[in-house]
């Protein structure tokens, strides 16, 4: 049983800061090679990825947060985090925490849900105008 608990969501301001937090557990997390990721998902739109680190340290963000969003993870066996700063309006949404066994994919290309077989539960944020 593998179990991915997020931490950190809130409320703030438009232009404000939040990082979340991902911690991994359970005898089933065996991706030592693999990546975890950060997706978001709005009331009424499809999940979308947000931000994944893998094994090697290469990342990926989408367009929409680059330049203001930071993921990063020490290790496998540490907490992954997502630093979020510049937050606006549009950020808000649920945000999960994936894990899976592929590598990040190349700057231009989706994140896929599908890549990802671990979730967490959510963490919900909320950016105000």
């Known amino acids: 049983q593998v179990q991915l608990v997020e931490s950190g969501g809130g409320s703030v301001q438009a232009g404000g800061s939040l990082r979340l937090s991902c911690v991994a557990s359970?005898?089933?997390?065996?991706?030592?090679?693999?990546?975890m990721g950060w997706f978001r998902q709005a009331p009424g739109k499809e999940r979308q990825g947000v931000a994944a680190i893998d094994s090697d340290g290469e990342t990926w963000y989408a367009d929409a947060v680059k330049g203001r969003f930071t993921v990063s993870q020490d290790n496998a066996k540490d907490p992954l985090y997502l630093q979020m700063n510049s937050l606006k309006p549009e950020d808000s949404a649920m945000y999960y925490c994936a894990a899976g066994p592929g590598g990040v994919p190349p700057s231009g290309r989706r994140l896929l849900v599908e890549d990802f077989g671990y979730w967490g539960q959510g963490t919900r944020v909320t950016v105000s105008s």
């Open positions: 359970g005898s089933g997390y065996t991706y030592v090679t693999g990546s």
